[in-house]
């Protein structure tokens, strides 16, 4: 199957919220209140979308670019979060986001962070040409306990290459 990216409209806030609120996801991101999402529509300098089946249109996930206005030409992968793994969705998310960063968008640096214990979606980033550019040591505080951030980068003659 393939998959496809489009606007996030409001109808689809509360499968956004549903996903970012899974067990499976919850521990890796800093869920946003459906609010903030909501804003997210309107904000020139994001780019709010909903990965879907192709074939049926079904959502699969959401994702969430920053930096559209920037003059430096560095986006950001702020978020890319599926509701349906282990089927290649995030892969294919992943690469149409590079592409159009890199070819339409005709930026010089893509770069995301991610919990350094989210050790799937590290090596996801890793395996499609990101490089880890450093830590953010103990930068998010979870109840009790400090989290680190691992950043990761590629620029666009190594997307290129």
Not at 37 to 51: N, S
Not at 57 to 83: K, N
């Amino acid at each position: 199957m393939t998959v496809r990216l489009r606007l996030t409209v409001p109808t689809d806030l509360p499968f956004v919220c549903d996903v970012e609120q899974a067990p499976e996801n919850a521990p890796f991101i800093l869920p946003w209140p459906e609010e903030r999402h909501r804003e997210a529509l309107d904000d020139p300098d994001i780019l709010h979308m909903i990965a879907e089946k192709t074939e049926t249109g079904h959502p699969v996930g959401y994702v969430i670019i920053a930096g559209l206005a920037s003059p430096h030409h560095s986006i950001e992968l702020l978020r890319i979060t599926m509701a349906v793994k282990r089927h290649g969705y995030g892969r294919r998310v992943l690469r149409q986001i590079k592409e159009w960063a890199f070819r339409e968008q005709k930026a010089h640096r893509l770069w995301l962070d991610v919990k350094e214990t989210n050790g799937v979606a590290r090596a996801l980033y890793l395996s499609e040409g990101f490089r880890e550019e450093g830590i953010l040591r103990d930068c998010l505080k979870t109840g009790d306990t400090y989290e680190s951030l691992v950043v990761l980068s590629m620029l666009a003659d190594e997307y290129e290459a």
